[in-house]
């Protein structure tokens, strides 16, 4: 091991600054005016001191400003993920709200229809423009049959024409293969309307030039056919062009029911079958009556 202080000079000078700092703490305790001196010796050393604490003091601010910064980051990070959260549960309560809406106005139209329903989702559409159908979450499994009427809150929506277990195909009555008998409700007048293709529209079929039909008759199912029972609503006339050259006028109509924006629907229940009671004449005869007709009157 090597000797901290080598030779003579090295050692004597130890030995004095020994003495010194000996001298200087007895000085500092015994006289005031070293002390004093002390005081001016730290005020002079105190720029001295602030300048070597500096890179410190820095280093400390830095690193707070960074750890603020990376909070901050992490802080905002999350308040957006909240705000997307809360975004998406407010369109959600409004979906629900609207949702509820339209419920209430189908079970309001379920008090207006006297055969019993069954209700149903909309689960598809079909993706052909040609083609107005739609596919529900309802099939055989369910009772549904081919031929079954479909409405909405509005009123008359389509038909079923395909059945599978589960899922029921519904063509609406926009579709161009579609005809429904309808009659004018203010004055009874019938006629067939018919699907032109287009969603939105639709148009009475030989509806002669002198026929009482205006715009804004309400027209409803007349029930012949025996397949979409009376008095549903079908849709409102908004067109009637009359051409005297012509013998039938050009009527178009707008359905009620909401083609393109109803989700839950009503599959109409065919109307059960009463038996009729037997009349009074019908009524089993007493032996008497039979005996008396059995025996030929005396003229």
Excluded at 41 to 48: E, Q, R, V
Excluded at 83 to 101: K, P, R
Excluded at 145 to 159: C, N, T
Excluded at 227 to 251: H, N
Aim: with cysteine; hydrophobic share 40%.
């Amino acid at each position: 091991m090597k000797p901290i202080f080598k030779g003579g000079i090295p050692r004597l000078f130890f030995l004095i600054l020994v003495v010194v700092s000996i001298v200087f703490m007895i000085t500092d305790n015994s006289d005031s005016k070293a002390r004093e001196a002390k005081s001016y010796l730290s005020l002079l050393l105190t720029p001295i001191q602030w300048l070597v604490d500096l890179p410190s003091r820095m280093a400390d601010d830095v690193s707070d400003v960074l750890v603020s910064r990376r909070s901050l980051a992490k802080e905002n990070e999350q308040l957006r993920s909240d705000v997307i959260s809360l975004d998406q549960q407010v369109q959600q309560m409004a979906s629900l709200t609207a949702e509820n809406i339209r419920l209430r106005e189908l079970l309001n139209g379920r008090e207006r229809i006297p055969n019993e329903v069954k209700l149903a989702e909309l689960i598809g559409v079909n993706p052909d423009p040609f083609q107005h159908q739609i596919i529900l979450g309802k099939g055989s499994e369910d009772d549904v049959f081919i031929g079954q009427p479909v409405l909405d809150a509005g009123g008359v929506l389509g038909q079923v024409v395909e059945v599978s277990h589960y899922t029921c195909r519904v063509m609406l009555i926009t579709d161009a293969r579609h005809a429904l008998p309808v009659e004018i409700i203010r004055n009874g007048f019938r006629s067939i309307a018919l699907g032109k293709g287009t969603m939105g529209e639709l148009e009475l079929e030989h509806v002669p030039d002198t026929a009482d039909v205006r715009e804004g008759d309400l027209l409803v199912t007349s029930g012949l056919g025996k397949r979409f029972p009376y008095g549903y609503p079908v849709a409102q006339i908004v067109s009637v062009v009359r051409d005297p050259g012509q013998p039938f006028a050009i009527v178009k109509a707008v359905p009620s029911a909401r083609l393109d924006k109803s989700r839950h629907l009503l599959l109409v229940e065919p109307a059960p079958i009463v038996p009729e009671e037997p009349a009074e004449s019908d009524m089993l005869e007493t032996p008497e009556d039979v005996q008396s007709q059995e025996t030929p009157a005396n003229g």
